[in-house]
């Protein structure tokens, strides 16, 4: 039974080998011309890959307060007709006073990209005779749904109140007859008589028939046959889409490179498999043969979470490359926590296939509690969050959900293949010498909660000076969160970024400079600076004398606002509080006690704190990566807060007639190699990154790092101790609790003692 049951386990491993194999090969190489190979497969966000972007002026009389809400209501429906039209990260952008940015990643025909989103967007249902009936006000949503009766597709419409009675009136209009017909459907044909015509732009839809007064919040748009999947959906996202407040004219549009720089992706590439092999290298070094099935698992996960990103069709942006970068350390973490589990067990004298499946058995458990704390943050800063935070959280879930998968499923399948070989099955193999120690003997007996009050004191230390910092000179806020000034200019030819930034480096501008056309012959001079209309004008003379252009190549020259609005940094904040919440409900439930969560929660305040005094301090300019450091606080911290308190709950069991600063450090010293060592291979894999890449990426590098720093820190210095805090009044074992109680008891009883004594 045992022999078939390792013959199947190999025939696994074998064909999980091969799939290793053959899905890097594909990655790397492709199939052929007809599939291309990972990268090909990809889609890439404005800021890594360019894309298309439009530039459209509101045509509207309002002025102040009330051009500002209509510009506001305008950018909320074109980001709802975007993200509609399944343009993934799609950023849209209040520039001026009446003009509005829209970036579409993975876009490469600007003219079919403005045509999706329509250059007015103005929605309207005729009936035949071109009386309105109803605008887009009326529409609250439409999606596409299988048609039983004609086969295909249809599209259902659902009707805000009003909208449902002016429709009812339409539908009832329409189907009693004598409507004229004089408007023409989407192919120039004549609509028929009790036809709802549907128009965007004053540009036919749809033209469906009536069949019945339509007295409801609902409809269906159907035809015979049905609608193919893709015809439906658009259609649908057009009407979903709903009415601008204000009519939209194009300014100009472009297909723009990328933002880290020029060739900068197929250097984070190299960089990024620079810092993958250190991993990989470190895996073996440190834990031999189970170092080289982690590295299996490590390669597989990796293959997984990038074709899955290819089949939902996810667009990467660099916020989504930090998401990554922290699943890959959160994938390493698994693997390390049941390895030192297993080593546990071997030191403890258990033969090797016993220590693997008590090992397993006590990881289990540790893994799924810090990746599912992990889980839930991700799935709720992707349901809250907006552009950069959606990035950033589906990557995470992707790579959470597949990095349970792999050292659950996968590497115990080898690892049990190990301990099962009559060569390979030994105590040497698993990184345990003869004698009982580990080959890297990482034993720690650090006294954590006696010194605990130097760390706090640190960490009050960093945060009021930070505070103080902020509060006489403030953030360096940059261009994402400040806006300032645009220039765009035709230059006739391609010239090197640097040359521009040398150019004009007279005027002190800090500029971020990126190519805004096919041929890179465009660029696009943006400045924190909020420059007056003759310093403009000297920046282009400047330009204009360098490189012969004419006046009238100054395509923009105007101020624009904050790509980082306040609606998105609240979201932001929104989606952090709502993920605290949800993690401090789910510690509660899974370790029947409070203080844990609570604990947890706090550590993560301390580390948005930290980081945010860190900012001030040294002065580190916060734009949209910032956000995405925060994010990254967030995630890493509780995992490897987590791992901490799994323990400490453990122990509690086992150890029950320990004192609470003996078991919590004891927990922490066990726990201390694994939570070192996962920070360390996910800031290798940074680190060649920061070395090689562009400076754009590195300042996109350097919250994630901090984010990693203040994390590792919080878990091990600060966590653990204020649970100790929290609980050291009750005890944490049921010895210790037992003790309180007894404790308690004595000295009511004693209190009763001398009450009657004074009364005698």
Not at 224 to 247: C, D, V, W
Not at 395 to 408: D, K, Y
Not at 469 to 477: D, L
């Amino acid at each position: 039974m045992n022999s078939k049951k390792t013959g199947r386990r190999k025939v696994f491993a074998v064909l999980i080998v091969l799939l290793l194999i053959a899905s890097w090969t594909i990655s790397i190489f492709g199939l052929g011309d007809k599939f291309g190979n990972l990268g090909k497969q990809l889609k890439y966000g404005l800021d890594i890959n360019g894309g298309v972007y439009v530039l459209l002026e509101a045509d509207s009389k309002e002025t102040g307060t009330e051009l500002a809400g209509i510009m506001n209501q305008t950018k909320s429906v074109l980001e709802n007709r975007v993200n509609a039209m399944g343009i993934s990260e799609a950023q849209v952008s209040i520039e001026g006073e009446r003009r509005i940015r829209v970036e579409m990643p993975g876009v490469e025909d600007a003219e079919e990209a403005i045509k999706q989103i329509g250059r007015t967007a103005q929605l309207q249902f005729f009936l035949a005779d071109g009386t309105l009936a109803l605008t887009g006000d009326g529409v609250s949503d439409s999606q596409i749904a299988n048609d039983t009766e004609n086969g295909g597709y249809k599209i259902t419409i659902e009707f805000t109140a009003d909208g449902s009675n002016a429709f009812a009136a339409a539908t009832e209009k329409a189907y009693q007859g004598g409507v004229q017909p004089t408007m023409t459907d989407e192919d120039g044909n004549l609509v028929g008589s009790t036809a709802i015509v549907i128009a965007l732009d004053d540009e036919v839809i749809s033209a469906p028939l009536v069949h019945e007064k339509i007295n409801s919040r609902s409809c269906e748009i159907t035809r015979g046959g049905g609608f193919s999947e893709t015809e439906a959906s658009q259609l649908a996202a057009l009407i979903r889409g709903g009415a601008l407040p204000a009519n939209l004219t194009e300014i100009n549009s472009s297909v723009q490179t990328a933002t880290i720089g020029a060739n900068a992706l197929n250097l984070s590439v190299k960089a990024g498999a620079i810092g993958l092999g250190l991993v990989l290298v470190l895996m073996v070094v440190v834990y031999g043969m189970l170092g080289v099935i982690a590295d299996l698992a490590l390669l597989l996960y990796i293959q997984l979470v990038l074709w899955i990103m290819v089949g939902m069709g996810s667009v990467l942006t660099l916020p989504g490359i930090a998401g990554i970068i922290l699943s890959i350390g959160m994938a390493v973490d698994s693997n390390v926590i049941i390895f030192t589990r297993i080593r546990e067990e071997i030191q403890k004298g258990k033969s090797v296939r016993v220590a693997v499946d008590m090992g397993y058995h006590a990881a289990l458990g540790t893994v799924v509690d810090s990746q599912t704390t992990t889980l839930v943050a991700a799935f709720v800063l992707y349901m809250f969050g907006t552009t950069s935070v959606k990035g950033f959280a589906l990557t995470l879930m992707i790579g959470t959900v597949v990095s349970v998968i792999t050292a659950v499923f996968i590497t115990q399948l080898f690892v049990n293949l190990l301990a099962e070989s009559e060569k390979f099955g030994t105590s040497k193999m698993f990184g345990v010498k003869d004698d009982g120690t580990p080959r890297f003997n990482w034993n720690f007996n650090l006294k954590f909660i006696e010194n605990r009050k130097k760390f706090y004191a640190l960490s009050l230390a960093v945060i009021l000076i930070g505070m103080g910092f902020f509060a006489f000179r403030g953030f360096n806020y940059g261009i994402d969160f400040t806006g300032g000034t645009m220039m765009q200019i035709e230059l006739g030819k391609e010239v090197a970024i640097d040359d521009v930034k040398e150019t004009i480096a007279e005027f002190d501008l800090n500029p971020t400079i990126v190519y805004a056309s096919d041929n890179n012959s465009q660029i696009i001079i943006r400045t924190i600076k909020d420059l007056q209309s003759d310093e403009r004008t000297a920046v282009v003379d400047v330009l204009q004398e360098k490189y012969g252009f004419d006046d009238s190549d100054v395509l923009a020259s105007e101020v624009f606002g904050p790509t980082v609005g306040k609606d998105l940094r609240n979201n932001a904040i929104k989606s952090i509080l709502i993920a605290a919440a949800c993690m401090l409900i789910y510690i509660r439930f899974r370790f029947k006690n409070w203080q844990y969560g609570l604990a947890a929660v706090a550590g993560l305040a301390h580390d948005v704190l930290v980081a945010l005094s860190l900012y001030a301090i040294f002065r580190i300019t916060i734009n949209n990566p910032f956000i995405a450091g925060i994010l990254t606080v967030v995630g890493y911290s509780i995992n490897d807060t987590i791992v901490i308190f799994d323990r400490i709950r453990e122990n509690s069991k086992f150890f029950k007639r320990k004192q609470a600063v003996e078991l919590i450090d004891t927990s922490i010293n066990q726990t201390l190699s694994r939570s070192l060592m996962t920070s360390l291979t996910t800031l290798i894999v940074m680190i060649p990154l920061f070395i090689m890449a562009s400076s754009e990426l590195r300042s996109f590098l350097i919250p994630l790092m901090i984010g990693v720093f203040t994390g590792t820190y919080s878990s091990i210095f600060l966590c653990s101790p204020l649970f100790y805090e929290l609980t050291k009044k009750e005890g944490i074992s049921k010895y210790e609790d037992n003790k309180a109680k007894a404790d308690k008891q004595r000295k009511k009883a004693s209190k009763r003692s001398d009450d009657e004594g004074i009364r005698l």
